[in-house]
């Protein structure tokens, strides 16, 4: 009987799906709660569409473009800070600061492990 390597799913992992998954729900919010009719239908529905997008071409594990690692965390810094910044100007610094925080920590050591490989 012959092993096969699975890919294996730390913590961090997890984590950073929820992190994700957070930080297109937050542009969402943002979106809907920030702008005016018409503007928070387009806004609220499109910015969580491009962070998807960009998402899923640059730094998603299966990936369709492959790029540096600097690119990825560019992208990563990109959709996690607008996140962040969305909660920021939603008036809800606390949520902003504590997502920004625990995503750098988890980008950190994401990142770690990749430039190990």
Do not use: C, H
Not at 21 to 44: E, H, K, R, T, Y
Not at 46 to 56: D, E, F, N, Q, S
Request: charged share 15%.
């Amino acid at each position: 009987m012959s092993e096969t390597s699975q890919p294996s799913v730390t913590p961090n992992d997890i984590l950073r799906l929820f992190l994700e998954l957070f930080a297109v729900v937050s542009l969402g919010i943002w979106g809907f709660l920030s702008w005016d009719l018409p503007w928070n239908f387009v806004i609220g529905i499109g910015a969580p569409v491009v962070a998807i997008l960009l998402w899923a071409l640059f730094r998603s594990p299966k990936a369709v473009l492959s790029v540096d690692p600097y690119v990825k965390a560019l992208i990563e810094l990109l959709v996690m800070g607008a996140a962040a910044l969305a909660w920021w100007d939603l008036g809800v610094p606390f949520v902003a600061l504590v997502f920004a925080i625990v995503a750098v920590i988890s980008g950190v050591l994401n990142g770690r492990r990749e430039f190990s490989r």
